[in-house]
């Protein structure tokens, strides 16, 4: 199943955002104990942002230091989505967006289209 982002956009500096992520067809988010927000600057590779990970009934995230802070992710299997709030927007954070059933990117093959975000100074 793939996951699709949405919710991308403009927005200056210290702006904010609220990225989402569904599982497409029939797919529901509550089937992935890990789903993953990654991004992909012009020119650079695909880094992981944050990942929440649900095992043994705990829910645990994990956030990439450049964002600590400013960024919250969180999942509503009621909605089957899953969220990335975008806090204190910087220029750096300009990049597609992604989200994955995985934390780590590596050997994953089923990404999505993304969804861009543009920070402007």
């Known amino acids: 199943v793939q996951l699709q982002a949405s919710g991308g956009g403009m927005v200056q500096s210290g702006g904010s955002l609220t990225l989402s992520c569904i599982a497409s067809?029939?797919?529901?988010?509550?089937?992935?104990?890990?789903i993953g927000w990654f991004r992909q600057a012009p020119g650079t590779e695909r880094d992981g942002v944050a990942c929440?990970?649900?095992?043994?009934?705990?829910?645990?995230?994990f956030y990439d230091d450049s964002v600590k802070g400013r960024f919250t992710i969180s999942r509503d299997n009621a909605r089957n989505s899953v969220y990335l709030q975008m806090n204190d927007l910087k220029p750096e954070d300009t990049a597609l967006y992604y989200c994955?059933?995985?934390?780590?990117?590596?050997?994953?093959?089923?990404w999505g289209q993304g969804t861009l975000v543009t920070v402007s100074s």
């Open positions: 994955a059933s995985t934390c780590a990117p590596a050997g994953y093959n089923n």
């Open positions: 067809g029939n797919g529901r988010i509550v089937d992935h104990a890990a």
């Open positions: 929440i990970n649900v095992r043994d009934g705990v829910t645990r995230t």
